[in-house]
């Protein structure tokens, strides 16, 4: 029985990452093995594991997340921060209100809640 998909997402720059992780996206570091993080947020559990040579422009990660309710505050929080690969909230056309920012290893992670 499979109970938990936890995504691995690649890092390059360890101190970037965390910062964007933990003070940007309100994640905790939960265990820090040097090459390999496990961080956790509101439930949901994240790996990250050194990939010094991806080439950020052309990575294939991406991943989705569900987001209950508050995704304007979110979305907000995020864009003060002045992100720089931070894409709009707009409301789809498949019912959810989304908006997509890049990780610093050019992870893409959007962000998703229903519409009411």
């Known amino acids: ?19 964007f992780y933990v003070r940007i996206l309100g994640f905790t570091l939960m265990s820090d093995y ?3 993080l496990l961080l956790k947020r509101d439930g949901l ?31 907000a929080c995020i864009e003060s ?4 690969k931070l894409y709009p909230l707009e409301q789809k056309t498949w019912g959810q209100k989304e908006f997509s920012v890049i990780d610093p290893s050019g992870t893409l992670l959007t962000f998703g809640q ?3």
């Open 81 to 84: 921060e002045k992100v720089r």
């Open 1 to 19: 029985m499979i109970t938990q998909i936890i995504p691995k997402l690649p890092f390059i720059q360890k101190s970037e990452s965390l910062d």
């Open 34 to 36: 040097g090459d390999y």
């Open 114 to 116: 229903a519409s009411r």
């Open 45 to 75: 559990e994240i790996h990250l594991f050194h990939f010094p040579s991806l080439q950020p422009t052309a990575s294939d990660f991406m991943i989705y997340l569900r987001v209950d309710e508050g995704i304007e505050a979110m979305f």
